[in-house]
């Protein structure tokens, strides 16, 4: 890939996406049945995807603990993800802003930042569908996320863009098409997957182009750079308070998902793609790589 983009494929992948965006859009207020009841005693996410799966706290648990874990486990990932998407929305903003508005690549990232607010409308409207409360990232991390909006820009920005669609989407592929999870996520995954698809298709070619003949001293602050986000948002995906709503200490409950080679495997499978992706292209190497295999994503 890396050798193949010329600087005209920009305007024809951009063609083409804003062509399928056009053929192949959903709206979470029609698409989704938000009047549906949810199906009693059915999970929220495949349990082998929950942190704690495998462990004893796990084995400890009822049925149902583990179906309203798997429900705060879910509310907490769209939460966060909602809280991406806004990040997100700021950096395509501040990215169109110099752009040629005539240009079909200047037209898709405006195309973008509309399929987000979409999907963050539905992720708000899924969240509180659960009950649950919209967790989100901790503190730390969202006070972040404010400054890397207003601030973050080139190959780290779309890297991160990147690893947050990816992860997402590797969780979201596996469950849609599962028949024992909830009908209402299964449909929320699967509008989320068919659009984002457009979106990693656009932040990879960018990611490609942004590279070109940067210099090693540039490349090890975008690696650092794209190693702490990765590590951020991959990290703050589950809140810790999730564990007490099946009442395990909320520090007891983080300790042991972090510990859980089930969970830790769970994270390398989530980032398998993109850490391909971006090792190819040289975004991952050198002295960063160590944030990547710190938050067992490598
Ligand atoms: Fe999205
Ligand atoms: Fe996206």
């Given at each position: 890939?890396?050798?193949?983009l010329q600087p005209k494929d920009r305007e024809v992948t951009a063609?083409?996406?804003?062509?399928?965006?056009?053929?192949?859009?959903?709206?979470?207020?029609?698409?989704?049945?938000?009047?549906?009841?949810?199906?009693?005693?059915?999970?929220?996410?495949?349990?082998?995807?929950?942190?704690?799966?495998?462990?004893?706290?796990?084995?400890?648990?009822?049925?149902?603990?583990?179906?309203?874990?798997?429900?705060?486990?879910?509310?907490?990932?769209?939460?966060?993800?909602?809280?991406?998407?806004?990040?997100?929305?700021?950096?395509?903003?501040?990215?169109?802003?110099?752009?040629?508005?005539?240009?079909?690549?200047?037209?898709?990232?405006?195309?973008?930042?509309?399929?987000?607010?979409?999907?963050?409308?539905?992720?708000?409207?899924?969240?509180?569908?659960?009950?649950?409360?919209?967790?989100?990232?901790?503190?730390?991390?969202?006070?972040?996320?404010?400054?890397?909006?207003?601030?973050?820009?080139?190959?780290?920005?779309?890297?991160?863009?990147?690893?947050?669609?990816?992860?997402?989407?590797?969780?979201?592929?596996?469950?849609?098409?599962?028949?024992?999870?909830?009908?209402?996520?299964?449909?929320?995954?699967?509008?989320?997957?068919?659009?984002?698809?457009?979106?990693?298709?656009?932040?990879?070619?960018?990611?490609?182009?942004?590279?070109?003949?940067?210099?090693?001293?540039?490349?090890?602050?975008?690696?650092?750079?794209?190693?702490?986000?990765?590590?951020?948002?991959?990290?703050?995906?589950?809140?810790?308070?999730?564990?007490?709503?099946?009442?395990?200490?909320?520090?007891?409950?983080?300790?042991?998902?972090?510990?859980?080679?089930?969970?830790?495997?769970?994270?390398?499978?989530?980032?398998?793609?993109?850490v391909e992706f971006l090792t190819e292209v040289g975004l991952i190497?050198?002295?960063?790589?160590?944030?990547?295999?710190?938050?067992?994503?490598?």
């Amino acid at each position: 890939m890396a050798r193949a983009l010329q600087p005209k494929d920009r305007e024809v992948t951009a063609e083409r996406l804003l062509d399928s965006s056009a053929r192949n859009s959903y709206s979470p207020d029609i698409d989704v049945d938000w009047t549906a009841p949810l199906h009693e005693g059915k999970a929220f996410m495949p349990f082998e995807r929950v942190s704690l799966y495998g462990t004893e706290l796990w084995e400890r648990l009822t049925p149902e603990q583990r179906v309203e874990l798997s429900k705060h486990e879910i509310a907490s990932m769209a939460s966060v993800g909602l809280w991406f998407e806004i990040v997100l929305m700021q950096l395509l903003a501040r990215y169109v802003y110099d752009l040629d508005p005539r240009t079909a690549h200047a037209q898709y990232a405006l195309t973008e930042l509309g399929d987000e607010t979409r999907h963050s409308i539905m992720f708000a409207k899924a969240v509180s569908k659960t009950g649950a409360p919209a967790y989100g990232p901790n503190r730390i991390t969202r006070a972040l996320g404010r400054w890397f909006g207003g601030l973050a820009s080139g190959p780290p920005m779309f890297a991160s863009v990147l690893v947050a669609e990816e992860t997402t989407d590797r969780v979201q592929r596996a469950m849609m098409d599962d028949p024992e999870i909830q009908p209402m996520i299964r449909m929320v995954n699967r509008i989320h997957v068919i659009e984002e698809a457009r979106h990693v298709r656009f932040a990879r070619e960018e990611v490609v182009r942004g590279l070109k003949g940067v210099g090693r001293l540039r490349l090890e602050f975008y690696r650092l750079v794209t190693a702490l986000t990765a590590y951020a948002v991959v990290d703050c995906m589950i809140h810790p308070k999730v564990y007490a709503a099946v009442g395990i200490d909320p520090r007891e409950g983080r300790r042991v998902a972090l510990a859980n080679p089930h969970h830790q495997e769970h994270r390398r499978w989530m980032s398998e793609k993109v850490v391909e992706f971006l090792t190819e292209v040289g975004l991952i190497g050198g002295p960063s790589k160590r944030i990547w295999k710190r938050g067992y994503l490598l």
